[in-house]
């Protein structure tokens, strides 16, 4: 004869709630800062994405500003150099993604494999410091070193018979200079995030395949490219929800006239119609914005469907 085990009735959500409220309330006051931050600096501002459908005026406020519907949209893609602007902004960022993404992987891997501590942290923290540079410093040192009359990447240029080249003015050295510069400065800051997850890899992995007699690259191929596969993905899916957005303040400092073909991105004119133009658009500007969030957030959520559907690692 067998027994039928009895079910249990499910308790209700408020029930479930009030329990683990009891239960846990340490755990949610110390959640509390952090709501608090999310609430008031991410999602109460979204209350003024509605100024990108009126004609907003300060006088006016918000609520009080005309409704346009869509105009500012409209007036955004029937603009001469939309494309061209679209175009520039996702080529800069896509290659900045295609040469910029693999090296941290890299170096964190190399850094890995040192086995003296004190050359390992003095590497570590010499491929660090570039990251603490500021834009305005940075963008004054490649117009120094690329300078055609006394920058030394010129004068090496002359000393084996070539001629000086404007970097600054020729639109097809803009992306190799904004990219090669944002590697320079942060491909070793974003090492730190795969060096901690190297550094917890459990140490018997490693004891295990030399008593197998594994060599350093069967270590690296076998134990840590697939401890990296996971966070590697995830920061994938993450930066191409980036793909549509720029460094602005970069870009304005290495523009000039000669390289606006390729310089020419969306960060820049949103910024030049919303805040540095004759007559401030501010309601044009929140459209492009709001336009280029939706287009990634768009892009974020196909990224991160596709790395579930093919890979089975996803943000969500």
């Not at 209700?12 to 609430?39: C, H």
């Not at 090296?103 to 390992?120: C, D, E, G, S, T």
């Not at 990296?228 to 304005?252: E, F, H, Q, R, Y």
């Amino acid at each position: 004869m067998t027994t039928i085990p009895s079910v249990r009735p499910r308790k209700s959500l408020g029930y479930r709630f009030s329990l683990t409220m009891k239960r846990d309330w340490q755990l949610w006051v110390l959640l509390i800062p952090a709501l608090a931050f999310f609430i008031v600096f991410c999602y109460f501002p979204m209350y003024g994405a509605q100024i990108a459908f009126r004609n907003y005026k300060a006088a006016f406020g918000v609520t009080g500003s005309p409704w346009v519907g869509w105009a500012n949209f409209e007036k955004f893609f029937k603009l001469y150099y939309c494309g061209r602007m679209f175009t520039n902004t996702f080529l800069l960022n896509f290659l900045g993604l295609l040469f910029g993404f693999p090296i941290p992987v890299i170096l964190a891997i190399m850094l890995n494999q040192l086995n003296h501590k004190r050359f390992k942290g003095f590497t570590q923290t010499a491929i660090y410091v570039p990251h603490f540079i500021s834009t305005v410093v940075l963008a004054g040192m490649i117009y120094l070193f690329f300078s055609p009359t006394n920058g030394i990447i010129n004068h090496i240029i002359t000393a084996a018979g070539g001629k000086p080249i404007y970097f600054i003015m020729e639109p097809a050295w803009f992306r190799p200079l904004y990219i090669g510069s944002d590697i320079w400065q942060n491909a070793g800051w974003n090492t730190i995030l795969y060096i901690a997850t190297l550094t917890g890899i459990d140490p018997q992995l490693y004891e295990a395949a030399t008593i197998d007699g594994a060599t350093r690259w069967d270590k690296i191929k076998h134990i840590d490219i697939p401890h990296l596969i996971p966070i590697t993905v995830m920061m994938l899916i993450l930066n191409c929800g980036s793909l549509l957005a720029s460094n602005t303040d970069k870009v304005l400092l290495l523009q000039t006239s000669g390289n606006l073909a390729t310089s020419d991105i969306l960060g820049v004119y949103q910024y030049t119609v919303g805040i540095a133009g004759a007559k401030a658009q501010p309601s044009y500007a929140a459209a492009i914005g709001l336009c280029l969030n939706v287009m990634n957030f768009v892009i974020v959520m196909s990224v991160n469907y596709i790395s579930r559907k093919v890979g089975k690692i996803s943000l969500f």
